[in-house]
């Protein structure tokens, strides 16, 4: 249904106003940019979710199209700003605004709102609009000239302010939830249309539950009444026969009433008849329909009063309807058999589990298992009230399926032949088998046929009442007999042991072979070595026929006798030869002789004989016989040196000279001998050789050698003290800039190969550097003088001062122009006294002067004098502000612009006015737009003088043109309004023409004047 509100005297005035501001609005137009808010003066497309504001601020040629794209959810706020007449601002909504849409009166401009998804709110107040499709949770219209369509209104619905009518026609629909707040306030008539007639609702405010033709269920909340008007008198309608205009009446409370009620009737078509009254509480709507009689009605004041007794009820028509119970996984069918009186099509049908609510209702057809109630409705006709029904059905479980499987072992090269049956299920079924140690996913249709344990499944399809079933079973396929066998002879301990297997069928490849004595239980792989009594087995592995097979033998390991021997050496000096005696009255093989040293283990024994000095061991092996057990003895013996000789001496020296002890030697040598000292007061000796001061006792160790003994000898000697050295530095206090210069002096030690060395006088002594310092401070100076001759080193210190050069009067001045509010507007030079330099930075870059381009900060400066290099400490220097750039306008001076308008920015940080022709604009009004200034040809030719000033007081200046695109030419355009100058030829193109408000008419193609400026409108006949 449509809603259409007609303003066309509003529209008329919006245009005349428009076409005034047009002659009168100023020469500029602001162009608007909030941080937060978005302004939409051509085509904006949201195409993610945001919070934004937009803005519909058309200009006079921009058109503003706003469009959500679907799925995404705008949360901020959509509102109108100052459009031009000519403009239709456009909103497509194919997502979600959450906020709110405001369209306030402005300018006349229209808005069309095309709504696919949901709007939170949409206020309209003095707009004309169009508004289509779509749910809007509060709608509200006050005046305006609104088109309304197919609208799902889900809160509320106000309609108040505007003298008129809304027409509501079949046309489309705007539907209304029960729980919608209606308020129509007493001077808006909202007219209902259904076939022909037309029914007028005023003064209305409560719950809607639905708008569609005649059935318009209103329910009164606060007793206003409701109004039907007739006005074509028609006979024979379901409201009245043509006797009746209008109808006033209240809504019947509920069923079963008897009571009388009182109607007001006005008659307008002057019939007569008797009351019939027709109820129908289904709808909550009461229908009248009489004729008048002087028995039953009483004329008061022009008004017909009838009293209203026994309210019947519209009758109810049937429904035949089937639903059938049905298992889970099939879906929920149902069919109409007869629907008397009601149309099939017009029929909903819901859905509930039994357990729930009947707010659980929905459309949904379910699909768990369960009780269920489905309500059937068809909505009231005009002779038949409202039907429904509930009706059960069910969704039931699958049944369980039954199948059974047995399959029978089988020896390796039989057949399989599993027996399976189902007594539920009757499709084929799938028969599969995997390995009992594998998982479920194993399971294959492949039959197997190798040696193993097995199971068997069997799956029946599910059917449509019982569930998939399954069955399993185990089962083996078996080997085949094996065969093998071991025997092991008996042995002498050391003796390997060698089993022989024998095995037709299983084979002895891989046979593994144990051991265990005959009194343990427990077998192992590992060979015996010990005498005693053992049994063996063999275990001869399953292959893909035959069965494992295990053997089993017994043999003993026979232990041996002990065997006997001895051996004696005599010891022998270095060159002698050795003797060695030995025998075995057991072991009769040819024995093995061996040496080591005695310090060394049993594994360095060799038959190598040795003739080195030194203590050995000798030991003689006999092999073992089959009878007895090797035979071993050991003794030991020496090999002695010769004796050997050597001295040493060392002359006494002074202390850092460096000591050379003689060594001399015949026999030993002196290549590895060891020198050692001590004081002769001490005990131990050190190979550290002394530097101390003392008396020392050394000695020499001269290491034997192949031949000769160890020799030890020894000697004494002195290392003497040198003399102390005299030494002196000094350094005089200075001023920062100037030389620090040490002066040293020494008696006794050289004075060209001294280290200086600073630090500041109050840190540690782990600070000194050889850096000279030149900054402020005190300070400590160290010389090390070297030891010279017989003089020890000489180290010597001294203090001194650096301090900072007096500040001189008027150390510095200041230049530079100086314009408005304190700030210079050029260079701004910073001059040292004369005799100094100047610098910003101690100890920097000093220069005669400093140039500063740009505002500064207080900060300091320092002076250096020119003739001795002496430095001030930091001198105070007040900042100051410095702007040297006027402000820049981008346009080119004296240009002329053809265009309707020409935009300009401005650009400094420090505008404070700005003035464009006579008119001035200020900092703050600037700043809201932006910096920016719109210049418009007025139809015409419009000349601008644009003057700007920044706070420092430069100024910049440009005049420009702007004139329209026709002016060119000077060829009048049709149907613009055009600004033309007196005295200015113009030229018309072809054909008659006409001004606006002159009857005369001009022909084309011929050059005229106007007798005084103006704006003028053109039109071709």
């Given at each position: 249904m449509?809603?259409?509100?007609?303003?066309?005297?509003?529209?008329i005035?919006a245009?005349?106003?428009?076409?005034?501001?047009?002659?009168?609005?100023?020469?500029f137009?602001?162009?608007?940019?909030?941080?937060?808010d978005?302004?939409?003066?051509?085509?904006?497309?949201?195409?993610?979710?945001?919070?934004?504001n937009?803005?519909?601020?058309?200009?006079m040629?921009?058109?503003?199209?706003?469009?959500?794209?679907?799925?995404?959810?705008?949360?901020g706020n959509?509102?109108?700003a100052?459009?031009?007449?000519?403009?239709?601002?456009?909103i497509?909504?194919?997502?979600?605004?959450?906020?709110?849409?405001?369209l306030?009166?402005?300018?006349?401009?229209?808005?069309?709102i095309?709504?696919?998804?949901?709007?939170a709110a949409?206020?309209?107040?003095?707009?004309?609009?169009?508004?289509?499709g779509g749910?809007?949770?509060t709608?509200?219209?006050?005046?305006?000239?609104?088109d309304?369509?197919?609208?799902?209104?889900?809160?509320?619905?106000?309609?108040?302010?505007?003298?008129?009518t809304?027409?509501?026609?079949?046309?489309?629909?705007?539907?209304?939830?029960?729980?919608?707040?209606?308020?129509?306030?007493?001077?808006?008539?909202?007219?209902?249309?259904?076939?022909?007639?037309?029914?007028?609702?005023?003064?209305?405010?409560?719950?809607?539950?639905?708008?569609?033709?005649?059935?318009l269920?209103?329910?009164?909340?606060?007793?206003?009444?409701l109004?039907?008007?007739?006005?074509?008198?028609?006979?024979?309608?379901y409201?009245?026969?043509?006797?009746?205009?209008?109808?006033?009446?209240?809504?019947?409370?509920?069923y079963?009433?008897?009571?009388?009620?009182?109607?007001?009737?006005?008659?307008?078509?002057?019939g007569?008849?008797?009351?019939?009254?027709?109820y129908?509480?289904?709808?909550?709507?009461?229908?009248?329909?009489?004729?008048?009689?002087?028995?039953?009605?009483?004329?008061?004041?022009?008004?017909?009063?009838?009293?209203?007794?026994?309210?019947?009820?519209?009758?109810?028509?049937t429904?035949?309807?089937?639903?059938?119970?049905?298992?889970?996984?099939?879906?929920?069918?149902?069919?109409?058999?007869?629907a008397?009186?009601?149309?099939t099509?017009?029929?909903?049908?819901?859905?509930?589990?039994?357990?729930?609510?009947?707010e659980?209702?929905?459309?949904?057809?379910?699909?768990?298992?369960?009780?269920?109630?489905?309500?059937?409705e068809?909505?009231?006709?005009?002779d038949?009230?409202?039907?429904s029904?509930?009706?059960?059905?069910?969704?039931?479980?699958?049944?369980?399926?039954?199948?059974?499987?047995?399959?029978a072992?089988?020896?390796?090269?039989?057949?399989?032949?599993?027996?399976?049956?189902?007594?539920?299920?009757?499709?084929?079924?799938?028969?599969?088998?995997?390995?009992?140690?594998?998982?479920?996913s194993?399971?294959?249709?492949?039959?197997p046929?190798?040696v193993?344990s097995?199971d068997?499944?069997v799956?029946?399809?599910a059917?449509?009442s019982?569930?998939?079933a399954?069955?399993?079973?185990?089962?083996?396929?078996?080997?085949?007999?094996g065969?093998?066998?071991?025997s092991?002879?008996?042995v002498?301990?050391?003796?390997?042991?060698?089993?022989?297997?024998?095995?037709?069928?299983?084979?002895?490849?891989?046979?593994?072979?144990?051991?265990?004595?005959?009194?343990?239980?427990?077998?192992?792989?590992?060979?015996?070595?010990?005498v005693?009594?053992?049994d063996?087995?063999?275990?001869f592995?399953?292959?893909?026929?035959y069965?494992?097979?295990?053997?089993?033998?017994?043999?003993?390991?026979?232990?041996?006798?002990?065997?006997?021997?001895?051996?004696?050496?005599t010891d022998?000096?270095?060159?002698?030869?050795?003797?060695p005696?030995?025998?075995?009255?057991?072991n009769?093989s040819?024995?093995?002789?061996?040496?080591?040293?005695?310090?060394?283990?049993?594994?360095?024994?060799?038959?190598t004989?040795?003739?080195?000095?030194?203590?050995?061991?000798?030991?003689?092996?006999?092999?073992?016989?089959?009878?007895?057990?090797?035979?071993?003895?050991?003794?030991?013996?020496?090999?002695n040196?010769?004796?050997?000789?050597?001295?040493?001496s060392?002359?006494?020296v002074?202390?850092g000279?460096e000591?050379?002890?003689?060594?001399?030697s015949d026999?030993?040598?002196?290549?590895?001998?060891?020198?050692?000292?001590?004081?002769?007061?001490?005990?131990e000796?050190?190979?550290?050789?002394?530097?101390?001061?003392?008396?020392?006792?050394v000695r020499?160790t001269?290491?034997?050698?192949?031949?000769?003994?160890?020799?030890?000898a020894?000697?004494?000697?002195?290392?003497?003290?040198?003399?102390?050295?005299?030494?002196?530095v000094?350094?005089?206090?200075?001023?920062?800039?100037?030389?620090?210069?040490?002066?040293?002096?020494?008696?006794?030690?050289k004075?060209?190969?001294?280290?200086?060395?600073?630090?500041?006088?109050s840190?540690d002594?782990?600070?000194?550097?050889?850096?000279?310092?030149?900054?402020?401070?005190?300070?400590?100076?160290?010389a090390?003088?070297?030891?010279?001759?017989?003089?020890?080193?000489?180290?010597?210190?001294?203090?001194?001062?650096i301090?900072y050069?007096?500040?001189?009067?008027?150390?510095?001045?200041?230049?530079?122009?100086?314009?408005?509010?304190?700030?210079?507007?050029?260079?701004?030079?910073?001059?040292?006294?004369?005799g100094?330099?100047?610098?910003?930075?101690l100890?920097?870059?000093?220069?005669?002067?400093?140039?500063f381009?740009?505002?500064?900060?207080d900060?300091?400066?320092?002076?250096?004098?020119?003739?001795?290099?002496?430095?001030?400490?930091?001198?105070?220097?007040?900042?100051?502000?410095v702007?040297?750039?006027?402000?820049?306008?981008?346009?080119?001076?004296?240009?002329?612009?053809?265009?309707?308008?020409?935009?300009?920015?401005?650009s400094?940080?420090?505008?404070?006015?700005?003035m464009?022709?006579?008119t001035?604009?200020?900092?703050q009004?600037?700043?809201?737009?932006g910096?920016?200034?719109?210049?418009?040809?007025?139809?015409?030719?419009?000349?601008?003088?644009?003057?700007?000033?920044d706070?420092?007081g430069?100024?910049?200046?440009?005049?420009?043109?702007?004139?329209?695109?026709?002016t060119?030419?000077?060829?009048?355009?049709?149907?613009d309004?055009?600004?033309?100058?007196?005295?200015?030829a113009?030229?018309?193109?072809?054909g008659?023409?006409q001004v606006?408000?002159d009857?005369?008419s001009?022909?084309?193609?011929t050059?005229?004047?106007?007798?005084?400026?103006g704006?003028?409108?053109?039109?071709?006949?």
């Amino acid at each position: 249904m449509r809603v259409f509100i007609r303003k066309k005297a509003k529209r008329i005035l919006a245009v005349l106003l428009a076409g005034i501001m047009m002659c009168n609005m100023p020469c500029f137009k602001p162009i608007i940019a909030m941080a937060e808010d978005i302004a939409v003066g051509g085509t904006v497309t949201v195409d993610s979710d945001t919070s934004n504001n937009y803005i519909m601020s058309g200009g006079m040629l921009d058109t503003p199209i706003l469009t959500i794209n679907e799925g995404v959810v705008l949360s901020g706020n959509i509102s109108t700003a100052t459009n031009f007449y000519q403009n239709t601002s456009t909103i497509n909504n194919n997502g979600t605004i959450s906020g709110n849409v405001t369209l306030t009166d402005n300018s006349a401009a229209e808005f069309v709102i095309n709504n696919s998804g949901s709007i939170a709110a949409i206020s309209s107040t003095n707009v004309p609009c169009t508004l289509t499709g779509g749910t809007v949770g509060t709608l509200s219209i006050s005046n305006g000239e609104i088109d309304i369509s197919n609208i799902t209104v889900t809160d509320s619905l106000s309609i108040s302010g505007f003298e008129g009518t809304y027409t509501f026609t079949q046309s489309g629909s705007i539907t209304v939830s029960r729980s919608t707040n209606v308020s129509i306030s007493e001077n808006v008539n909202v007219i209902v249309t259904c076939e022909g007639k037309e029914f007028i609702l005023s003064g209305v405010s409560g719950r809607m539950d639905e708008v569609c033709g005649i059935k318009l269920n209103v329910i009164d909340t606060n007793s206003t009444g409701l109004t039907l008007v007739d006005n074509s008198c028609l006979s024979s309608y379901y409201m009245h026969n043509d006797t009746i205009s209008s109808v006033q009446y209240k809504l019947l409370p509920g069923y079963g009433i008897t009571a009388d009620y009182l109607a007001t009737v006005t008659d307008s078509c002057n019939g007569s008849g008797t009351p019939n009254v027709t109820y129908s509480e289904t709808d909550n709507i009461l229908s009248i329909s009489y004729t008048v009689s002087g028995a039953d009605v009483d004329v008061l004041n022009g008004e017909v009063r009838i009293t209203l007794t026994s309210p019947s009820v519209l009758s109810e028509g049937t429904v035949v309807f089937t639903i059938p119970d049905i298992y889970v996984g099939q879906e929920v069918s149902y069919t109409f058999g007869t629907a008397t009186e009601y149309d099939t099509a017009a029929g909903t049908v819901k859905f509930k589990k039994n357990t729930d609510g009947d707010e659980a209702y929905t459309t949904v057809k379910p699909t768990a298992i369960g009780d269920y109630t489905a309500l059937v409705e068809f909505p009231a006709t005009y002779d038949y009230g409202a039907y429904s029904q509930t009706y059960s059905f069910s969704i039931k479980e699958l049944e369980e399926g039954i199948a059974d499987i047995t399959v029978a072992d089988i020896s390796y090269g039989e057949t399989l032949n599993p027996q399976y049956s189902s007594s539920t299920n009757t499709s084929t079924p799938t028969v599969e088998y995997k390995l009992t140690t594998q998982d479920e996913s194993a399971y294959t249709t492949t039959v197997p046929t190798a040696v193993g344990s097995y199971d068997a499944r069997v799956t029946y399809p599910a059917t449509v009442s019982h569930k998939e079933a399954v069955k399993t079973t185990s089962f083996n396929i078996n080997y085949l007999p094996g065969e093998g066998s071991i025997s092991v002879a008996d042995v002498y301990v050391g003796t390997e042991i060698t089993p022989v297997l024998v095995s037709d069928k299983n084979g002895i490849a891989h046979a593994i072979i144990e051991y265990k004595l005959t009194t343990d239980t427990v077998y192992s792989i590992v060979k015996p070595t010990a005498v005693g009594s053992y049994d063996v087995r063999a275990t001869f592995p399953a292959t893909l026929i035959y069965d494992e097979v295990i053997a089993t033998d017994t043999f003993e390991i026979k232990e041996l006798e002990e065997g006997i021997a001895d051996i004696t050496v005599t010891d022998i000096s270095y060159g002698e030869t050795l003797n060695p005696q030995y025998s075995s009255s057991t072991n009769t093989s040819t024995p093995t002789v061996e040496y080591k040293l005695t310090s060394q283990d049993e594994s360095a024994y060799t038959t190598t004989v040795p003739t080195a000095v030194g203590s050995y061991d000798a030991r003689v092996t006999y092999p073992a016989t089959i009878s007895h057990t090797q035979a071993v003895a050991a003794t030991t013996f020496e090999i002695n040196y010769l004796l050997g000789d050597g001295s040493i001496s060392v002359n006494d020296v002074y202390v850092g000279t460096e000591i050379t002890p003689v060594l001399t030697s015949d026999k030993n040598g002196i290549a590895h001998a060891i020198i050692e000292y001590k004081l002769t007061s001490d005990t131990e000796y050190t190979t550290v050789k002394p530097t101390a001061v003392g008396s020392y006792d050394v000695r020499a160790t001269f290491p034997a050698t192949l031949i000769y003994d160890e020799v030890v000898a020894t000697d004494t000697f002195k290392i003497k003290d040198f003399e102390n050295g005299v030494a002196s530095v000094t350094v005089k206090d200075v001023v920062m800039g100037l030389l620090v210069s040490p002066i040293i002096e020494s008696s006794t030690n050289k004075s060209d190969n001294v280290t200086i060395l600073y630090k500041e006088a109050s840190a540690d002594d782990t600070t000194y550097t050889s850096t000279v310092p030149t900054q402020v401070g005190t300070y400590t100076v160290k010389a090390i003088f070297e030891a010279y001759s017989i003089y020890k080193e000489v180290i010597v210190t001294d203090d001194f001062t650096i301090s900072y050069l007096d500040v001189p009067e008027d150390a510095y001045t200041i230049t530079g122009t100086m314009g408005e509010n304190d700030i210079y507007t050029s260079e701004v030079t910073v001059t040292a006294k004369e005799g100094y330099l100047i610098s910003d930075t101690l100890g920097g870059r000093y220069e005669e002067k400093l140039v500063f381009d740009a505002t500064t900060d207080d900060g300091v400066i320092y002076l250096k004098k020119i003739e001795t290099g002496e430095m001030t400490a930091g001198i105070a220097l007040n900042g100051f502000d410095v702007d040297t750039d006027a402000p820049i306008i981008n346009l080119t001076d004296n240009q002329v612009y053809y265009s309707d308008s020409v935009d300009v920015a401005l650009s400094d940080s420090d505008i404070v006015r700005v003035m464009v022709n006579d008119t001035i604009i200020t900092a703050q009004e600037l700043n809201s737009l932006g910096n920016k200034l719109t210049l418009d040809s007025e139809g015409g030719v419009t000349q601008y003088t644009i003057q700007i000033w920044d706070k420092a007081g430069n100024m910049s200046v440009k005049t420009v043109t702007v004139a329209s695109e026709w002016t060119k030419a000077g060829v009048i355009p049709a149907g613009d309004l055009v600004k033309l100058v007196a005295n200015q030829a113009y030229t018309f193109a072809e054909g008659n023409w006409q001004v606006e408000g002159d009857s005369t008419s001009y022909s084309g193609n011929t050059t005229f004047y106007v007798s005084e400026d103006g704006n003028y409108t053109f039109t071709q006949e």
